[in-house]
Nanobody, 116 residues
Framework: QVQLMESGGGSVQVGGILRLSCAAS????????MGWYRRAPGKPREWVAQ???????TYAHPVQGRFTISRDNAKNTVFLQMRSLKPEDTAVYYC??????????WGQGTQVTVSS
């Protein structure tokens, strides 16, 4: 059973920096993609960024140039470095692991609040 645990959320002022982490545990297929999603109050969940096992990254347009996704395969951990944070980045951030494009696992989420 794969489990994901996010950490690093919190409150920050506009323009601030936060770094989220997500550690995966259990038997994890080496062919996987790890990603971050977020759900703002009153809005549907949206994709933020993802990274393949070999390090290829893609970003949603609203965060491109401000957020950086990375991973440590030895520790099955993915990170999301967020800078130049805006109030519209306020959301619960979720980590997702997808194995072979089929099996999906989600973390419980971590709150990020950006205040002006």
């Amino acid at each position: 059973q794969v489990q994901l645990m996010e950490s690093g959320g919190g409150s920050v002022q506009v323009g601030g920096i936060l770094r989220l982490s997500c550690a995966a545990s259990g038997s994890i297929d080496s062919i996987n993609v790890m990603g971050w999603y977020r759900r703002a109050p009153g809005k549907p969940r949206e994709w933020v960024a993802q990274i393949t096992a070999d390090g290829r990254t893609t970003y949603a347009h609203p965060v491109q140039g401000r957020f950086t996704i990375s991973r440590d395969n030895a520790k099955n951990t993915v990170f999301l470095q967020m800078r130049s944070l805006k109030p519209e980045d306020t959301a619960v951030y979720y980590c997702k692991l997808t194995e072979r494009g089929v099996w999906e696992y989600w973390g419980q989420g971590t709150q990020v609040t950006v205040s002006s």
